[in-house]
């Protein structure tokens, strides 16, 4: 993540800059739905055909260190933004659930 955000374009830059540091939504027409229309959280996203006309969100947006969450909203993701304000941040895998604490009564009860 570090490497396209050091490349990236000053307009990128000025524009990742404020989405690391909050809030990491972004209006912007610069995805469009699949069908024209919004349909809930099963819509697919395209790229919009030209962009949004803002360059900094276009290549944010082509590389994806922005994505479509709704009819023009794009939001940093979490991982993007946690990596790029974290010098030792690594991506935490876990593959299970940590064991519970202590057992609790069930509810089943003899009758």
């Not at 524009?15 to 909050?22: H, K, P, Q």
């Amino acid at each position: 993540m570090r490497e396209p955000a050091a490349t990236a374009p000053a307009e990128a830059r000025d524009l990742l800059d404020r989405l690391v540091a909050g809030p990491a939504l972004l209006r912007t027409p610069c995805f469009t739905t699949q069908y024209g229309r919004y349909a809930g959280p099963h819509s697919k996203f395209l790229f919009r055909t030209g962009g949004s006309g803002d360059p900094g969100t276009d290549w944010l947006a082509e590389r994806g260190l922005v994505v479509p969450v709704g009819t023009d909203l794009a939001e940093l993701p979490y991982e993007v933004g946690r990596a790029l304000r974290d010098d030792d941040a690594r991506p935490a895998f876990h593959p299970a659930p940590p064991p519970p604490a202590r057992m609790l009564p069930t509810g089943c009860y003899d009758h």
